[in-house]
């Protein structure tokens, strides 16, 4: 059975998205005869997209009917799904800058993407165009989902459910790091081929191959429950699937005869939190308050690394020929019959469908499904997705220090999008005050007016008056 609706891409032009999430949409048989409407500024990049969805429209007999705007307002109208993948600026240089900035002052962050003083600067820049979003979609679309993709996740998702009447979903792969190391842990119990040269779950272009070599192995034999917050949440339970085994014990045996190189500071919270942290070192790193010491310089004794700005731009670039390749008819298609929505997919056929499916994580407003976190909040647990909407797994209480960690990051997320949506330099001052990175009150004053002057024309809210 089909059901057509109509799916509103924000962002189309992103090579990710389409290599990825369009051409997961345009295999679904449920979804052939629905309308796909590309949005993007860059009038370059959407035209490309577009030739790729007419080309795979063409030859995968998809049936849609697709357009393509490089203003929002154009396609929102009638939308029963808006995909966000925005990112304002050019990513990979904004970041690097974000990470710089407060090294002028003495603040080493450790990876500045999605907490420290990075993560108010990201999310500052891309709170403002997606709020503008979802008020939009307040006017043309009422009842549309609105699944996000852009980080930092926990601020963009919060920005959306307390500034908007928008129902919104925040997805992200993040979950899938937490079984490559389980996978690795328990490789010879479940037979696991690791493959050589794998060294943990950090974003780089040599890892990506063999980390996902490791997720296709261990996905299908484990259900992983996890629970938290995004790109911060801790594995409550580990189940085999094929016999019910309770396998939690004999993974943390496991892991603690691993090397000691092999995410060292996911073995120390681990070992002292007594749940095991999902996303790896270089994200995990970010809400910590243990890891920005001038004097012990933890990230060198952790080996946290940073993110390659450089090599992932041209990385992006390299993307982007391909798709274009492929749009013009010059490449194959053939790679693109495996790719992976990352869930909007399944958000997407089991809402408009009334299927049922369960997701292993997503991001949600707090309505108890994690008993000792605030209300109201954004929290990632797994949910069932049907006809009726996205609902989350409720997973009770996490433990006591591990929630106060949560907290936190919740108290410094909202201070942010709140400062961000009132032009507040007071809260962000008290936002970066209260995030783990920073301890001197003028320090985080002067990283502060660094970031409004230097980002001035993004956050014009700060200057007026």
């Given at each position: 059975?089909?059901?057509?609706?109509?799916?509103?891409?924000?962002?189309?032009?992103?090579?990710?998205?389409?290599?990825?999430?369009?051409?997961?949409?345009?295999?679904?048989?449920?979804?052939?005869?629905?309308?796909?409407?590309?949005?993007?500024?860059?009038?370059?990049?959407?035209?490309?997209?577009?030739?790729?969805?007419?080309?795979?429209?063409?030859?995968?007999?998809?049936?849609?009917?697709?357009?393509?705007?490089?203003?929002?307002?154009?396609?929102?109208?009638?939308?029963?799904?808006?995909?966000?993948?925005?990112?304002?600026?050019?990513?990979?240089?904004?970041?690097?800058?974000?990470?710089?900035?407060?090294?002028?002052?003495?603040?080493?962050?450790?990876?500045?993407?999605?907490?420290?003083?990075?993560?108010?600067?990201?999310?500052?820049?891309?709170?403002?165009?997606i709020l503008q979003i979802a008020?939009?979609?307040?006017?043309?679309?009422?009842?549309?989902?609105?699944?996000?993709?852009?980080?930092?996740?926990?601020?963009?998702?919060?920005?959306?459910?307390?500034?908007?009447?928008?129902?919104?979903?925040?997805?992200?792969?993040?979950?899938?790091?937490?079984?490559?190391?389980?996978?690795?842990?328990?490789?010879?119990?479940?037979?696991?081929?690791?493959?050589?040269?794998?060294?943990?779950?950090?974003?780089?272009?040599?890892?990506?191959?063999?980390?996902?070599?490791?997720?296709?192995?261990?996905?299908?034999?484990?259900?992983?429950?996890?629970?938290?917050?995004?790109?911060?949440?801790?594995?409550?339970?580990?189940?085999?699937?094929?016999?019910?085994?309770?396998?939690?014990?004999?993974?943390?045996?496991?892991?603690?005869?691993?090397?000691?190189?092999?995410?060292?500071?996911?073995?120390?919270?681990?070992?002292?939190?007594?749940?095991?942290?999902v996303p790896g070192d270089t994200?995990?790193?970010?809400?910590?308050?243990?890891?920005?010491?001038?004097?012990?310089?933890?990230?060198?004794?952790?080996?946290?690394?940073?993110?390659?700005?450089?090599?992932?731009?041209?990385?992006?670039?390299?993307?982007?020929?391909?798709?274009?390749?492929?749009?013009?008819?010059?490449?194959?298609?053939?790679?693109?019959?495996?790719?992976?929505?990352?869930?909007?997919?399944?958000?997407?056929?089991?809402?408009?469908?009334?299927?049922?499916?369960?997701?292993?994580?997503?991001?949600?407003?707090?309505?108890?499904?994690?008993?000792?976190?605030?209300?109201?909040?954004?929290?990632?647990?797994?949910?069932?997705?049907?006809?009726?909407?996205?609902?989350?797994?409720?997973?009770?209480?996490?433990?006591?220090?591990?929630?106060?960690?949560?907290?936190?990051?919740?108290?410094?997320?909202?201070?942010?999008?709140?400062?961000v949506v009132e032009g507040n330099?007071?809260?962000?001052?008290?936002?970066?005050?209260?995030?783990?990175?920073?301890?001197?009150?003028?320090?985080?004053?002067?990283?502060?007016?660094?970031?409004?002057?230097?980002?001035?024309?993004?956050?014009?809210?700060?200057?007026?008056?």
């Amino acid at each position: 059975m089909t059901i057509p609706t109509k799916i509103t891409v924000i962002g189309a032009g992103s090579a990710t998205f389409g290599e990825n999430t369009l051409s997961a949409i345009m295999r679904s048989q449920k979804l052939k005869g629905s309308t796909l409407a590309l949005v993007d500024r860059n009038a370059d990049t959407l035209n490309i997209v577009q030739q790729l969805a007419d080309r795979l429209n063409r030859e995968w007999d998809s049936r849609f009917t697709i357009t393509a705007h490089t203003n929002h307002l154009d396609a929102l109208s009638d939308s029963d799904f808006v995909v966000n993948a925005i990112e304002v600026g050019a990513r990979e240089n904004l970041w690097q800058r974000d990470f710089e900035i407060p090294i002028q002052y003495g603040v080493r962050q450790p990876y500045a993407e999605n907490g420290g003083p990075g993560g108010f600067a990201h999310a500052a820049r891309n709170i403002g165009p997606i709020l503008q979003i979802a008020h939009d979609m307040e006017q043309a679309c009422p009842d549309a989902w609105f699944v996000n993709f852009t980080n930092p996740m926990i601020r963009i998702c919060d920005a959306v459910n307390r500034h908007s009447k928008i129902k919104s979903v925040g997805l992200c792969h993040q979950i899938y790091a937490g079984y490559v190391m389980v996978g690795v842990a328990l490789a010879k119990d479940l037979g696991i081929e690791i493959p050589e040269g794998l060294t943990g779950v950090h974003a780089a272009v040599d890892q990506h191959p063999l980390q996902q070599r490791v997720r296709e192995q261990i996905v299908p034999l484990l259900d992983i429950r996890a629970a938290g917050l995004n790109h911060f949440t801790w594995i409550l339970s580990m189940h085999d699937k094929r016999t019910g085994e309770d396998l939690y014990p004999l993974f943390k045996q496991r892991f603690f005869e691993l090397d000691g190189t092999f995410e060292p500071l996911t073995r120390d919270i681990f070992s002292t939190f007594g749940l095991f942290p999902v996303p790896g070192d270089t994200h995990l790193c970010e809400y910590l308050p243990w890891m920005s010491d001038p004097q012990t310089k933890p990230w060198e004794r952790y080996n946290i690394r940073l993110y390659d700005w450089e090599l992932f731009e041209a990385v992006r670039g390299f993307q982007l020929h391909r798709l274009d390749e492929m749009a013009k008819g010059d490449a194959t298609i053939e790679g693109l019959l495996n790719t992976d929505s990352e869930g909007a997919l399944e958000m997407i056929e089991n809402v408009a469908a009334a299927g049922s499916h369960y997701h292993l994580a997503a991001n949600l407003p707090n309505t108890g499904q994690i008993s000792n976190l605030p209300l109201g909040a954004s929290v990632e647990t797994p949910v069932q997705v049907n006809g009726a909407g996205i609902h989350p797994v409720h997973v009770g209480a996490l433990p006591e220090p591990i929630a106060e960690l949560c907290r936190r990051e919740i108290t410094v997320a909202q201070l942010c999008v709140d400062s961000v949506v009132e032009g507040n330099r007071e809260k962000a001052l008290q936002c970066l005050l209260l995030d783990p990175v920073v301890t001197d009150i003028d320090t985080a004053r002067k990283i502060l007016d660094d970031y409004l002057s230097s980002y001035k024309e993004y956050l014009p809210q700060f200057w007026r008056g």
